[in-house]
Structure formats: C-alpha cells, structure tokens
C-alpha cells in the first residue's frame, strides 16, 4: 500500500518568514495530494491540494509543488504569521485507495 | 450547509466494553472514511464506506468495524476496548471516491475516547 513520509516532525520560525514542508510517497498510481491544517482541539481543514496533472498550485501564502518522477511534494508557506501555528498533514491517494495521511509537521511561528 | 457531525464529542469507557461512534456526512456526500488519530502516529486509516459497502480496509484488528446506512450516515464500533484504543477518532466525507473534483475530503470534529 501507499506509504506517506513527511518531514519535518517540528519547525520553529519567526513571524514573516518563509516555511517549507516536504512529503514524499511511494505508490506511483497516487494522483491526489491534499494537505490539511489542524489547530489545537480543532479537525483537519483542507487548505490545499494539487493533482498529478499540474505541478504547482497557489493560493494567497501558500504555494504546494509536485514532482511526480520523484514522488514528492512540498507546501510553502510565506510571509509566516502566528495564526499559522498549527499541526500541518500531507496526503496521497490515487485510483481507488484512500487517504494516505504523513504523520504530521507541528509549524510554530514566533511574534 | 451543515458540515461532518460526529457525535459523541467525548466518551469515558472501561477496559472490555465496547463503543459505538456515529457520523453524519455532508448531504449529497456518499463516501465515508474513519480515522484514528493518535499522538506521534498521525492520522490511521481505519476503513471507508461508499454506498452502503466497506470499500477499503486498514491495519486493524476485528475488534473495529462499521458500517454505512441508506442515508450514508456511519457507525463504527469497537469491542472489548483496551487501553490502547483512547485515541481521537475522526470521520470524513467525500462526495465521491475517485477521480477529480469532488473527492476532497472533508472531517468532522471527532470524538474523543478515553478507556480507563
């Protein structure tokens, strides 16, 4: 089955700074690759996801990019502010298998 | 439009009970995934309903199990429950299993099972 490695488990930035978290998998049939914002106490909320046919998608901050012939894929955050503070989740799937989830990053962006 | 509602939000069960947890999907949503989420271990596929059918399956004893009614609503339960199964549980719901738009998957707020 798919299996989903994210790293890394822990970044610490300041306020306005750029973050970047990367994710790779190992099924070649995965086609879908949302990532998920989880704040404390709160459900996973999508907040971006690319499919196989693009390479890169933004919106506003965020920015996620798949490299498909090396089975990875990156969100990019910019301008960090302390409301992104939160646990991210990277995911794949493709054909008929579920959500494949990396084990998560805790993002902490410091005034 | 109502989101995933889970309910119970919060349940204390003892060691050898068992436990059944409820989800309401998105109206119009037919696919259903549970999750386990623990700290350290992420978020654990438990199994997926569609139209009524378990779909997929992950690693996980028999102990769990579900299931999807005609509505879409899901249950899953859990039996003889040990202390290793306090964890978050989280459903999703998608309006479609496979294939472009319509597949994001959309969580609800979960319920929390303590076994003590």
């Known amino acids: 089955g798919e299996n989903v490695e994210q790293h890394p488990s822990t970044l610490s930035v300041q306020e306005g700074d750029s973050a970047v978290i990367k994710c790779t998998y190992s099924d070649s049939a995965s086609n879908y690759f949302p990532w998920y914002k989880q704040e404390l106490g709160k459900r996973p909320q999508l907040i971006i996801d690319i499919r196989s046919n693009v390479g890169e998608k933004k919106d506003q901050r965020i920015a996620v990019t798949l490299n498909k012939t090396a089975k990875h894929f990156s969100l990019h955050i910019t301008e960090t502010q302390p409301e992104d503070s939160a646990v991210y989740f990277c995911?794949?799937?493709?054909?008929?298998?579920?959500?494949?989830f990396g084990k998560g990053t805790m993002l902490l962006v410091s005034p | 439009k109502a989101g995933v509602t889970q309910t119970p939000r919060y349940l204390i069960k003892t060691r050898g009970q068992q436990v059944t947890l409820s989800c309401s999907p998105i109206?119009?949503?037919?696919?259903v995934s549970w999750y386990q989420q623990t700290p350290g271990q992420g978020l654990q596929f438990l199994f997926e309903?569609?139209?009524?059918?378990?779909?997929n399956k992950g690693n996980f004893p028999g102990r769990f199990s579900g299931r999807q009614f005609s509505n879409s609503r899901s249950e899953m339960n859990v039996s003889t429950l040990e202390l290793g199964d306090s964890a978050l549980y989280l459903c999703?719901?998608?309006?479609?299993?496979?294939?472009?738009?319509?597949?994001?998957?959309?969580f609800g707020q979960g319920t929390r099972l303590t076994v003590v």
């Open positions: 109206s119009g949503h037919r696919s």
């Open positions: 309903y569609f139209s009524e059918t378990q779909r």
């Open positions: 995911a794949a799937s493709g054909g008929y298998s579920t959500l494949t």
């Open positions: 999703a719901s998608s309006l479609k299993r496979t294939g472009g738009a319509g597949t994001e998957a959309f």
